[in-house]
């Protein structure tokens, strides 16, 4: 049924219109504002950029492009980095310079984090990832099935049944153990580790000339399925690349007394007792006024949790790639939406989904 009605205008003459047409006509309008309400999109909690730690290594800048893509398209907000490391980054957190840093590792910086907890400048928004990694590492392919030339490897203390498989092509009576570059903490560590475990005797210390050096030699070996023993640590490229082909070899259980004694023994022949490495907790930190003038967006950096596997895939991607950290947070957002969506509100999760299709 169609009404109709007259009007008369200013010529005189007499107009049928029809409310079909009028509601035709509202039905049209609707949509732009609609559209438009759309467009204006969410409001950020707060009237100026979110400023993240640019911290100089690359796991941090994935996680820093991370949250801030979420915060600029779920949530409204400008961001923002400075670049630097970690004890002027941490103090100007304290100033409230930088309001949100995406890595801290407590126990590189124990008495900053406790001085600033302590005169309540800056919180604890919980664990960005719990399993930052340190250890000895064998490929699964020489230590898993019947034919495997390692099978039987499973601690430190195995290796000297197992040097020729890992034999050093300059001195083959001897396995190769590739250790991190000369000066490095690492380096001195694992030192220490190979006369603790009596492997001197068994074992080169090799330690190569540069880090890509090291990193070239754990990659050329996996792909070609040749026996290497290394040391490594993530989450890196490295890991991100080869970490489900690994197995971790055994150590005796961390002991902080132990760990303690080892590290502060400055002659490693000296060194007859070690144990693995800490696994490290690396952490979410924020300024306090940021904190109570941002509620929504730390809810959502409380939310935020990772892995090292996760991390080390990301950093994998930029190496094979050539893409930047941005890239490969928008990457992560695609293919971990089951992750990713568990730290924001569901509105929040449809906006970033929506950005990240267009």
């Known amino acids: 049924m169609q009404i109709s009605y007259v009007v008369k205008v200013d010529t005189g003459e007499l107009q049928l219109f029809s409310f079909k047409k009028i509601l035709a006509t ?10 438009t309400a759309q467009a204006a999109g969410p409001v ?18 994935f996680h820093t492009s991370l949250a801030s893509y979420i915060m600029q398209k779920g949530y409204g907000c400008e961001t923002d980095s400075i670049p630097g490391s970690t004890i002027p980054l941490l103090n100007g957190m ?14 590189n910086v124990t008495e900053a984090l406790a001085k600033g ?69 690492c380096e001195v560590i694992n030192t220490k580790k190979l006369h603790a475990y009596g492997l001197t005797e068994d074992y080169v ?21 040749k026996p290497v023993l290394f040391y490594y640590w993530g989450p890196t490229w ?11 070899l055994e150590e005796p259980a961390y002991d902080k007394a132990t760990w303690d004694a080892l590290s502060a023994e400055d002659d490693p022949t000296k060194v007859t007792k070690a144990v693995a490495y800490p696994l490290s907790r690396v952490h979410v930190y924020a300024n306090s006024k940021f904190a109570e003038q941002a509620p929504n967006l730390v809810e959502f950096l409380k939310s935020y949790e990772t892995s ?20 490969a947070a928008v990457e992560f957002l695609k293919t971990n939406r089951d992750v ?15 950005a990240l299709e267009d």
């Open 205 to 225: 210390n090799f330690r190569p000339g540069t880090g890509a050096a090291l990193s070239a030699a754990i990659e050329s070996n996996i792909k070609r399925k």
């Open 238 to 248: 490295v890991l991100g690349k080869v970490i489900d082909d690994l197995v971790i």
């Open 308 to 327: 090292n596997a996760t991390v080390s895939k990301a950093l994998a991607y930029m190496q094979d790639t050539g893409g930047t950290t941005d890239d």
């Open 44 to 61: 950020c909690e707060i009237d100026r950029p979110v400023v993240f730690a640019g911290l100089d290594w690359d796991s941090n800048a």
């Open 340 to 354: 990713w969506t568990t730290w924001v509100p569901a509105e929040v999760a449809e906006r970033v989904t929506a």
């Open 94 to 107: 304290a100033r409230g310079d930088v309001d949100v840093t995406m890595e801290i590792w407590p126990d």
């Open 117 to 185: 907890t302590a005169n309540g400048d800056f919180i604890d928004l919980g664990i960005n990832f719990p399993d930052a990694v340190q250890a000895w590492f064998v490929p699964k392919y020489l230590v898993e099935g019947d034919d495997a030339p390692a099978k039987g490897l499973k601690s430190v203390y195995d290796l000297p049944k197992f040097k020729e498989v890992f034999a050093d092509p300059e001195e083959p009576e001897k396995g190769r153990f590739y250790n991190c570059i000369a000066g490095w903490g």
């Open 26 to 35: 509202a039905a049209f309008a609707l949509p732009l504002v609609a559209t």
